[in-house]
């Protein structure tokens, strides 16, 4: 597997405006990538609801909020995360601190947005959050490349 990746970092101002701008961007570098409609569409709400929960929850109505979201496109996943203190982040740092959503967490133990993070798990492949500097959600989609790449040269036989 190839470790090198495309990053692209992004920060908006925490308001409900501007979620659709980062769905319009991270939809760009997921059909770039090959991703099928269908899954693009999946990427779009998940990315869409960590944003909106940022929005939301984090700064309580705050005019001066930023939200940091960075894309690493790898060849074979992308990874999303949504960052919303609005700092610039470590990215090796960040995957070391996240952690897996504890499904065995009730609802009401999860904090606020909580089940925006269950419908964020059953779209992506995998979720991490931490919580210690603010809230980091890092998602990450799955590319299946070689199953499309397979039937490209395929030719129907003609009847």
Same mark, same amino acid.
């Given at each position: ?6 990053? !692209?970092?992004?920060? =908006? ?31 779009? =709400?998940?990315?869409? %609801? ?9 700064? @309580?109505? @705050?005019?001066?909020?930023q ?11 992308? %990874? ?11 990215? %090796?740092?960040?995957?070391?601190? $996240? ?14 947005g909580? /089940?925006?993070?269950? /419908? !964020? ?5 995998? $979720? ?5 500097a603010?809230?980091?959600? $890092? ?5 299946? @490349?070689?199953?499309? %790449? ?10």
């Amino acid at each position: 597997m190839n470790n090198a990746c495309d990053y !692209i970092e992004m920060k =908006i101002p925490a308001q409900p405006e501007y979620v659709g701008v980062v769905r319009l961007t991270v939809s760009g570098i997921a059909n770039r990538m090959g991703y099928s409609y269908d899954e693009i569409e999946d990427i779009k =709400i998940a990315v869409s %609801e960590a944003c909106t929960n940022a929005v939301t929850h984090a700064y @309580k109505g @705050k005019e001066n909020g930023q939200i940091t979201i960075g894309c690493r496109a790898y060849e074979d996943r992308l %990874e999303v995360m949504v960052l919303d203190n609005g700092k610039s982040f470590n990215l %090796e740092q960040v995957s070391e601190q $996240v952690g897996p959503v504890d499904k065995s967490t009730s609802v009401e133990q999860l904090s606020e947005g909580g /089940l925006g993070l269950f /419908l !964020i798990e059953s779209l992506m492949d995998e $979720v991490k959050i931490s919580s210690d500097a603010g809230v980091v959600v $890092v998602m990450t989609k799955l590319l299946h @490349k070689d199953e499309v %790449e397979q039937n490209v040269d395929r030719v129907s036989p003609s009847t």
